[in-house]
């Protein structure tokens, strides 16, 4: 989610030059191995493996120097300079903690970075010219747990000073998240410049941006500092109708792109749905209505007191949706918005396996100069795939980090806007791709 974190509203930067010349595009790496699963891009972009023998590498992001910072979830986090060829010539770990496993985020002057466990969220002094962090803090703390582990850490480059967490659900089906206070998949709002000297209470404090986002991990701003999220859905789903259950799970309910405004001026509502209200991808496997389409919300029990119509007007639909199980991990907008690039994970419940993907999304401005995609709302096609596992359906995949493909995570463009940084947090080899449309 990564370009705009670390360069958008450049103006904005303190002290610090922004290093926006980005080197050539490199053919090959010497010393990289060659890419560990078989892939395809899309014709009008190359590709180039410049990292392999990574721990599971997350997330992506570029100081103000072009160095590029990575969270390797597990372990800590990296940074990397490059060299005239275009490939890395450096590597320096910056931060050792086994607890942190996804969440990383830069300041636009490239002076604060902020990084995530499952419970806590830390903020450290960076000096990008000397590649090196102090003066930790913990700045949110008490994040509840659950079965998804992963805190989405996000600076607005709009007002630097709000910082988004995002927490999921704990479980498939976590009821008691349908009530904001409980602190679960939501996504927060906090105002570092307030911080509490031992840090925010996650359940208590700030604002809430969203709740109701089963796991919105992948968090990415527009040029205005509007954010979205691109949202991790159900699994295993089955439609109950006067007692007779249809199973519908292989192509329902649908990953979600959800479109969250202003981090200082919340949608309202703000709730998005989970754990009641859910989007179709295939209507054809709804047997007792004729009445859902692409985009629609449903609910799995419908009944007399709260029936598919009743989530309208109530739950904040998705502005887009995505087939389903394919798991959205990270998302980042282009220099000028006019695409929003989605790293899909893949499917572990699904087979034929779906997923395993980057998205390229259409946006355009509107005559009231908000960012919005191209397609509409109830549309299949409002995405390209610029870059997917070769055969995907085959892809196996018993665990998060285990696959018999590549499991695409961190995503996230250079200064220059001009070279797009792709990862895969497989564990049997962390890796990092180059793009660059030709």
């Given at each position: 989610m990564r370009w705009l974190l670390s360069t958008a509203l450049g103006a904005a930067l303190t002290g610090t030059a922004l290093s926006q010349t980005a080197p050539p595009f490199p053919s090959s790496c010497a010393g990289v191995a060659a890419a560990k699963y078989?892939?395809?891009?899309?014709?009008?972009?190359?590709?180039?493996?410049?990292?392999?023998?990574?721990?599971?590498?997350?997330?992506?992001?570029?100081?103000?120097?072009?160095?590029?910072?990575?969270?390797?979830?597990?372990?800590?986090?990296?940074?990397?300079?490059?060299?005239?060829?275009?490939?890395?010539?450096?590597?320096?770990?910056?931060?050792?903690?086994?607890?942190?496993?996804?969440?990383?985020?830069?300041?636009?002057?490239?002076?604060?970075?902020?990084?995530?466990?499952?419970?806590?969220?830390?903020?450290?002094?960076?000096?990008?010219?000397?590649?090196?962090?102090?003066?930790?803090?913990?700045?949110?703390?008490?994040?509840?747990?659950?079965?998804?582990?992963?805190?989405?850490?996000?600076?607005?480059p709009k007002n630097p000073n709000i910082l988004l967490v995002s927490t999921g659900s704990n479980g498939n089906w976590d009821y008691a998240a349908g009530n904001a206070a409980t602190g679960r998949a939501c996504v927060k709002a906090f105002d570092m410049s307030k911080a509490p000297a031992s840090g925010y209470s996650y359940n208590t404090a700030g604002t809430m941006l969203a709740y109701g986002v089963r796991n919105e991990v992948a968090l990415a701003f527009d040029p205005n500092g509007h954010a979205w999220g691109v949202e991790n859905s159900g699994d295993d789903f089955r439609r109950t109708v006067?007692?007779?259950?249809?199973?519908?799970?292989?192509?329902?309910?649908?990953?979600?792109?959800?479109?969250?405004?202003?981090p200082e001026s919340p949608r309202s509502p703000n709730w998005f749905g989970y754990p009641t209200c859910f989007t179709v991808w295939e209507p054809s496997l709804f047997k007792d209505t004729t009445a859902l389409k692409v985009g629609s919300q449903f609910v799995v029990t419908p009944?007399?007191?709260?029936?598919?119509?009743?989530?309208?007007?109530?739950?904040?639909?998705?502005?887009?949706?995505?087939?389903?199980?394919?798991?959205?991990?990270?998302?980042?907008?282009?220099?000028?918005?006019?695409?929003?690039?989605?790293?899909?994970?893949?499917?572990?419940?699904r087979q034929p396996a779906a997923g395993y993907y980057v998205a390229e999304v259409p946006f355009t401005k509107t005559a009231d100069g908000i960012y919005d995609p191209v397609a509409a709302a109830d549309s299949k096609t409002g995405y390209k795939t610029i870059l997917t596992a070769r055969d995907p359906a085959s892809c196996v995949s018993p665990s998060l980090t285990q696959s018999t493909c590549w499991r695409l995570a961190g995503v996230s463009w250079d200064n220059s806007g001009s070279r797009l940084f792709v990862s895969s947090d497989n564990q049997a080899d962390g890796e990092i791709f180059v793009m660059k449309k030709k």
């Open positions: 078989p892939y395809t891009a899309d014709s009008a972009w190359q590709i180039t493996k410049i990292a392999s023998g990574l721990r599971q590498p997350r997330t992506i992001i570029f100081d103000p120097l072009g160095n590029m910072l990575v969270l390797q979830a597990t372990s800590g986090v990296s940074v990397h300079t490059f060299g005239a060829d275009g490939c890395l010539n450096s590597t320096k770990i910056i931060i050792q903690n086994s607890g942190l496993n996804h969440g990383l985020s830069l300041t636009p002057d490239g002076k604060t970075l902020y990084t995530s466990s499952a419970t806590q969220v830390w903020s450290w002094s960076y000096d990008a010219a000397t590649r090196a962090v102090s003066n930790q803090k913990t700045v949110v703390t008490g994040i509840s747990q659950g079965i998804h582990s992963t805190r989405t850490v996000a600076v607005s006067n007692g007779q259950a249809v199973d519908v799970h292989i192509d329902n309910p649908a990953e979600e792109l959800n479109y969250f405004g202003d009944n007399t007191t709260f029936n598919d119509a009743s989530c309208n007007g109530v739950s904040n639909a998705p502005r887009l949706s995505f087939p389903a199980h394919t798991a959205p991990i990270g998302s980042v907008f282009d220099k000028t918005a006019a695409n929003l690039y989605i790293t899909f994970h893949g499917s572990w419940d």
